[in-house]
């Protein structure tokens, strides 16, 4: 059995829903399970067309403020459980996580803090990884299989970096953002698209200021992590870097079973 994950941050998904290259990829995407980060909207706003999609249980988990943060799942796959946050009262406010359980794995959509200008958000950042990755280690020791997806707000090297030098002490790849990453590998997770490309210039974000995106002047923040037990099951990962309607593109996972 083969199972098709996709993972977009859509930059609001009523601003997205307007742009022909959002519907161009959406009505002929062959995912099965279909992740939107910053969806920015509650669900009786959310256009109709994508409120209730033939073929896919959509599950959405909304922040109190309106029109901030936010996740959305699409899936064919029926789940048998799923979780919104991360079960940390300050932590959970701003809708930013959704774990589906499904027979073959658990999935956890998520949008990350972004530490914010001036780092002023790193402590709530910071915290908010280290809740998820006690979480994480503690289903892996349970014997779980478990994918990460979504936009980290974290880009981990300076190869994932159109100019290393120039991002330095900037938000998402201050040294206590990267250090994460770190830790997240150490504690046995992989992440996918460097199973199959090592090599430069593959970033999913770019900057609408400064027409990034034409001299592919990215950075990578979007990404799937699998557990190590997991890694003989990952047929592809790649960045969908053709497809725009957001600053982001989509990053998709193949898994065989």
């Given at each position: 059995?083969?199972?098709?994950?996709?993972?977009w941050?859509v930059?609001?998904?009523?601003a997205?829903?307007?742009?022909?290259?959002?519907?161009?990829?959406?009505?002929?995407?062959?995912?099965?399970?279909?992740?939107?980060?910053?969806?920015?909207?509650?669900?009786?706003k959310?256009?109709?067309k994508?409120?209730?999609?033939?073929?896919?249980?959509?599950?959405f988990?909304?922040?109190?403020?309106?029109g901030?943060?936010g996740?959305?799942?699409?899936?064919?796959?029926?789940?048998?459980?799923?979780?919104?946050?991360?079960?940390?009262?300050?932590?959970d406010?701003?809708?930013?996580v959704?774990?589906i359980?499904?027979?073959?794995?658990?999935?956890?959509?998520?949008?990350?803090?972004?530490?914010?200008?001036e780092?002023?958000r790193?402590?709530?950042?910071?915290?908010f990884?280290?809740?998820?990755?006690?979480?994480?280690v503690?289903l892996?020791?349970?014997?779980?299989?478990?994918?990460i997806?979504?936009d980290?707000?974290?880009?981990h090297?300076?190869?994932?970096?159109y100019?290393?030098?120039?991002c330095?002490?900037?938000?998402?790849y201050?040294?206590?953002?990267?250090?994460?990453l770190?830790?997240?590998?150490k504690?046995?997770f992989?992440?996918?698209f460097?199973?199959?490309?090592e090599g430069?210039?593959n970033?999913?974000w770019?900057?609408?200021r400064?027409?990034a995106?034409?001299?592919?002047?990215?950075?990578?923040?979007?990404?799937f992590?699998?557990?190590e037990e997991?890694?003989?099951?990952?047929?592809?990962?790649?960045?969908?870097?053709?497809i725009?309607?957001?600053?982001?593109?989509?990053?998709?996972?193949?898994?065989?079973?």
């Amino acid at each position: 059995m083969s199972i098709r994950l996709v993972s977009w941050n859509v930059n609001g998904i009523r601003a997205v829903s307007k742009k022909d290259e959002f519907w161009d990829w959406f009505d002929n995407t062959d995912a099965d399970i279909i992740n939107f980060q910053e969806v920015r909207a509650s669900h009786d706003k959310i256009p109709k067309k994508l409120a209730d999609v033939d073929g896919f249980s959509s599950y959405f988990n909304e922040a109190e403020k309106k029109g901030y943060s936010g996740v959305a799942t699409y899936s064919k796959i029926e789940p048998s459980e799923i979780v919104k946050g991360l079960g940390v009262e300050e932590l959970d406010s701003e809708g930013r996580v959704l774990k589906i359980v499904y027979p073959e794995f658990i999935l956890f959509n998520i949008y990350f803090p972004n530490s914010g200008m001036e780092a002023k958000r790193l402590d709530f950042k910071v915290a908010f990884c280290d809740a998820l990755l006690k979480q994480l280690v503690e289903l892996k020791n349970q014997g779980e299989n478990i994918v990460i997806t979504g936009d980290y707000n974290i880009a981990h090297n300076p190869i994932d970096v159109y100019n290393p030098k120039n991002c330095e002490g900037k938000s998402g790849y201050l040294p206590e953002e990267r250090a994460w990453l770190d830790e997240l590998e150490k504690a046995g997770f992989v992440d996918t698209f460097r199973m199959f490309d090592e090599g430069e210039n593959n970033f999913t974000w770019w900057s609408y200021r400064t027409r990034a995106r034409e001299r592919n002047a990215g950075w990578r923040l979007d990404y799937f992590y699998v557990n190590e037990e997991m890694k003989d099951k990952v047929k592809s990962a790649e960045i969908l870097n053709e497809i725009y309607g957001s600053d982001h593109c989509p990053v998709t996972l193949e898994l065989d079973f």
